[in-house]
């Protein structure tokens, strides 16, 4: 019955999604909302210049609205119905802050690329405002879950799955370190952004492996809204994939970071984060490695350009076969998660 609603939202998803991309494209370069290309930028993506961004808007509206117009009526005819499917109270709370998390994430995106395209200051919000920010809504998020989890019996707060391992407690050791690892897989997904459909196709396949485990864990209403997320991507995909009509801007890349940490966390398997989603850390680490090597060695570079898509590009890769290594290699570590989670049932 579940795979049934996931297959619903998906498409409700779906539609909305590449209906409001059809709306939403010509809207946008009619108010000029372009892509700049920046001079420290790759410099054979100029062409891409004038490009409509902001386009997360579109999806997070997609999925947002498939999740208002279809989890009410799975709840009323279905979890009202059959005891099978109903969940503890602190679940669908664990969802709720979830989702509030990730639609705040997409608001620091929307206001980073309102500054950098309305009021034209081309690198937008600067890097401590930014943290400041994703700091105080995870750290809201966190709390949210200490308490759905306190006040409703739930597992030990401080405590989390481990494949192979089973249940490990972290302490308060656990809250600094969920903190850390939110707000680098949303600013790790913000850095796959860089070519056309790279950020959307990956994070598709990461919600489709999320959506499995969720399935295999029992816990239906967290498949489902996995579903929702995977319509919404493959409907700005369309648009989106090279070459692209529309960039999803910070608002989508922040958004989708944050919507695949409340899955993770809500599964309570937030360490599933950098295995599923290995190309947005090998993009983050490129980052970090290419800086630190560059101060090192006093001006050296270990990579031609990063993040690591872009070294790629200047081996002579298209953006379409990046694509397709670096989804082939999520789907492989996504295989192997689902493997790994098995072993906990």
Not at 188 to 213: E, H, K, P, R, Y
Request: proline share 3%; glycine share 10%.
């Amino acid at each position: 019955m579940a795979s049934v609603w996931v297959l619903i939202i998906a498409l409700v998803s779906f539609f909305i999604t590449w209906l409001l991309g059809k709306k939403a494209i010509p809207y946008l370069h009619k108010l000029k909302y372009g892509q700049t290309i920046l001079e420290i930028g790759p410099s054979w993506h100029k062409n891409k210049q004038g490009t409509p961004t902001m386009g997360g808007i579109i999806f997070i509206i997609g999925i947002y609205i498939s999740i208002i117009v279809c989890m009410p009526i799975y709840y009323l005819f279905v979890v009202n119905n059959n005891m099978q499917y109903h969940e503890p109270p602190f679940m669908v709370l664990k969802i709720i802050a979830g989702l509030l998390m990730a639609v705040a994430y997409g608001a620091i995106g929307f206001l980073d690329d309102y500054v950098k395209i309305v009021k034209k200051r081309n690198l937008g919000l600067t890097a401590l405002q930014k943290l400041i920010l994703q700091f105080l809504v995870v750290g809201s998020y966190l709390l949210s879950l200490y308490f759905a989890e306190v006040t409703y019996g739930g597992t030990n707060e401080t405590s989390t799955l481990i494949p192979f391992f089973g249940r490990v407690d972290f302490g308060i050791f656990y809250w600094p370190l969920a903190a850390i690892l939110i707000v680098g897989m949303v600013n790790a997904v913000n850095l796959t952004d860089g070519i056309d459909g790279l950020s959307t196709s990956v994070t598709f396949f990461v919600s489709v492996f999320f959506m499995l485990i969720a399935g295999f864990l029992s816990m239906h209403s967290l498949s489902i809204i996995s579903g929702a997320l995977i319509g919404g991507c493959f409907g700005f995909l369309i648009y989106n994939m090279h070459p692209a009509k529309i960039f999803m801007g910070d608002t989508g890349s922040l958004f989708l970071g944050g919507f695949i940490c409340a899955i993770a966390f809500t599964m309570d398997i937030p360490v599933l984060l950098p295995i599923i989603g290995i190309i947005y850390i090998a993009e983050m680490l490129s980052v970090i490695i290419q800086v630190g090597y560059f101060k090192l060695t006093h001006g050296k570079r270990l990579f031609k350009m990063s993040p690591l898509h872009h070294h790629f590009e200047m081996c002579g890769w298209s953006e379409m076969k990046l694509c397709i290594v670096f989804d082939t290699v999520t789907i492989i570590f996504g295989v192997l998660s689902v493997i790994s989670v098995m072993y906990l049932l």
